[in-house]
């Protein structure tokens, strides 16, 4: 279950955070680690609504579970819990204006609001503007985001404005309305052409009330400026760069929460990568399925070599050695090898599961030729490089203007 406390200091009343209470079976204590609580990051907000969950469960274990929940909460009752946060981050929490989120069935979520003095509260729920608890393909959550477009929109269209202002005005406030949510969800086909139809017809029709011609095709202006277009944003392309933000944040936010539960609830084989999953919905799914395109615009700088993996990674520059040399690949040993077993003291450790043959023998010295671009280790950890960015360093700006000439050179294609 998640708790809604909103806070309140002497500057401050709306300030707002979710509580979520673990209480595990064996646990005869409640520790402060079983409290835990987080004020930003949405991300962590849906691992805690989804950490407490007991699917699968006998009914005696849920039935015992339920027993000790309310047992802890009249023990620890909201004397202790608002003393504990007190003592934590020092904000006072304003009881009434609190609410008891179930996940799944609690049977004595009654018992358990009045024991704390909240309401009772129902998923799905909007925090800090964001759905929570909703199905993430559905088309509600971006209700709010066209409502507010619709209604700059009819604002704007009772001005007389130059086709100059109106580009100016799309692209300086129509294009970051949904940005917000566009961060976290994977917006639908459906809103994309929604979105795009209301831009496409106020740049082009203005306050007039009949239909005007579009003397641009829609793929021009959403070109950059460089190539000699409008720049008017790309909705698709600025989505898929957000969300590519959540995988590089992945790697490098080892110890945060949202990735630990992402780790343990969808396991992690790769080094740099979750599992990819085979579930139709769910928020993580769709930002792992962008991994493959983060991937191809990544390089690899050699540390010690225990994370990057011989045959799958970029670690050369020239591409994975498993499709340079794809036929070594087929026949090799260990062909999940990381580079730190590969590279001995006394050379390379590559070993194949038959004997070569004499017209694969050029192409063992093409491979060969190849590892002696090879510097070393280093003592190091292995890093990622983002080969787009100046520094290495993955930013949405440079993974957007990465698609538009993508997508630009597409379009040129005879």
């Known amino acids: 279950m998640a708790l809604k406390l909103p806070i309140s200091r002497c500057y401050s009343f709306s300030n707002s955070f979710f509580f979520s209470c673990k209480l595990p079976y064996t646990s005869p204590k409640l520790s402060a680690t079983s409290l835990k609580f987080k004020i930003s990051n949405y991300l962590s907000v849906r691992a805690f609504a989804s950490v407490t969950e007991e699917k699968g469960q006998p009914k005696k274990k849920k039935r015992r579970l339920d027993e000790l929940c309310l047992e802890r909460f009249q023990q620890y009752s909201r004397t202790f819990i608002q003393s504990w946060i007190l003592q934590v981050s020092g904000p006072c929490i304003n009881w009434n204006k609190s609410m008891l989120f179930p996940v ?3 049977d004595n979520i009654q018992v358990l609001a009045g024991v704390l003095g909240c309401e009772v509260g129902s998923l799905p729920t909007v925090y800090l503007g964001l759905s929570l608890g909703a199905n993430s393909k559905a088309l509600e959550i971006w209700n709010g985001v066209i409502e507010r477009c619709e209604k700059r929109l009819s604002n704007w269209k009772g001005q007389y404005l130059s086709l100059g202002g109106r580009i100016i005005l799309v692209n300086s406030v129509l294009d970051a309305l949904p940005t917000y949510v566009m961060s976290l969800f994977p917006i639908p086909s459906e809103v994309l052409k929604r979105l795009d139809s209301l831009r496409r017809n106020f740049i082009w029709q203005g306050n007039k009330e009949k239909k005007a011609i579009h003397l641009v095709k829609w793929e021009c202006l959403i070109t950059s400026k460089k190539d000699g277009e409008l720049g008017i944003r790309d909705l698709k392309a600025h989505n898929q760069s957000l969300l590519m933000k959540w995988l590089w944040r992945y790697y490098l936010e080892t110890n945060a929460l949202w990735r630990r539960f992402v780790h343990d609830k969808y396991g992690q084989d790769d080094q740099w990568c979750s599992n990819s999953l085979n579930c139709p919905f769910g928020v993580w799914r769709a930002i792992r399925s962008f991994w493959p395109l983060l991937a191809g615009k990544i390089s690899f700088k ?5 994370k990057i993996l011989f045959w799958h990674d970029n670690w050369l520059g020239h591409g994975p050695l498993k499709v340079l040399f794809s036929d070594f690949y087929t026949i090799a040993t260990l062909p999940d090898i990381n580079l730190e077993s590969a590279k001995g003291l006394h050379g390379w450790n590559i070993t194949f599961r038959r004997l070569l043959h ?3 023998l050029e192409r063992v010295v093409d491979l060969f030729k190849t590892l002696e671009s090879f510097q070393g280790f280093k003592e ?17 700006k440079s993974a957007y203007k990465y698609q538009i000439r993508q997508n630009a050179q597409f379009d040129q294609w005879p």
């Open 104 to 106: 799944n069935k609690v």
């Open 302 to 306: 050699v540390g010690n070599g225990r």
């Open 358 to 360: 004499d017209w694969e």
């Open 380 to 396: 190091s950890e292995d890093t990622l490089c983002w080969k787009s960015g100046s520094d290495g360093v993955y930013t949405v």
